[in-house]
């Protein structure tokens, strides 16, 4: 290995192409902080994997990520299925519109503090999921770190890509629920699920590592990224009019008291559908079910303060 110490792989389209504007600024405060580094910008969807696979490859013990959600989920993977003995460890600076990892980790959305998180010594040691599903007619496998679902959130993640990037936060989330919402139709699915198999029609499974979801919502209020379980949140035969008015309630964390949602504590689940039914992991669409979601505990390491 080289004098260099890192790699940070900078999405300057993350954030409504917000992020290559902010990079000058953040690579001073990491030269201000002593982290030694080189950087890349990504190209494209899945560049950021190809990045931290290869930098893994030249012997890079640290990545940095500078991006949305996508951007982690491309690095961690990247980081994930890489050969090798050594462990990477991976930094976060969210850049992005939902940042929903950054809040599950308790990482700062402001971009200043979390570089001054980078050359911490601590590591949190967090559990990350897989999941298995179809595209292109095959079957096919993604990590994620923050959270995955099939179903109605799938449906709106779809929405949501097509929309122009001008918005951060939650407002992306919320047009694209909007103009998903009264053409989507509930799906009748097979859950295979803390061992046993039972048929329901369902709005949507959220597979919960983290707790935020959407761009802040507080999908699975009670999830922790350590504790070797998913939080899944089974949401119901849900009807439109009931969904606008329990969505309120999704940012406080109380709609998991709604009679027609329920949280099952479980490390392993599948979900099955004769229906199309979309499949996504961390805010990014993948493809479609069936899907089975496992979790492989304490599998990456986050630098944190």
Known sequence: ???????????????????????????????????????EYTEGVGHAMELARVAISEGYPYLVAVGGDGT????????????????TVLGVIGTGTGSDFIRSVGIPR?????????????????????????????????????????????????????????????????????????????KLVTLDIGNRVEEARILSVVVANGCYFGGGMNMAPQAELRDNLFD????????????????????NGTHISHPKVRVEKVAKIKVDS??????????????EGPATFWLKPAALSIVVQ
């Open 72 to 87: 982690v989920n491309e690095v961690a993977n990247g980081i994930l299925s890489a050969t090798g003995l050594q462990k």
């Open 232 to 251: 899944v949140v089974i949401v119901g035969d849900m009807g439109k009019f009931e969904l606008l008015k329990a969505l309120p309630t999704v940012y």
């Open 274 to 287: 004769s229906e199309r039914i979309l499949v996504h992991a961390d805010g990014e669409l993948l493809g």
């Open 110 to 186: 402001d971009f200043t503090t979390a570089c001054s998180f980078l050359t911490s010594s601590r590591r949190l040691e967090i559990d990350v999921g897989v999941v298995e599903y179809q595209s292109g007619g095959k079957s096919r496998q993604r990590f994620f770190v923050n959270a995955a679902g099939i179903g109605f959130d799938a449906t709106v993640v779809e929405k949501t890509e097509r929309l122009p990037k001008y918005f951060g936060g939650t407002i992306p989330y919320v047009i694209g629920l909007l103009s998903t919402l009264f053409g989507y139709q509930n």
């Open 1 to 39: 290995m080289s004098k260099r110490y890192a790699k940070v792989i900078v999405n300057p389209v993350a954030g409504a192409y917000s992020t290559r504007r902010k990079w000058p600024r953040i690579s001073k405060l990491l030269k201000h902080i002593g982290l030694s580094f080189d950087y």
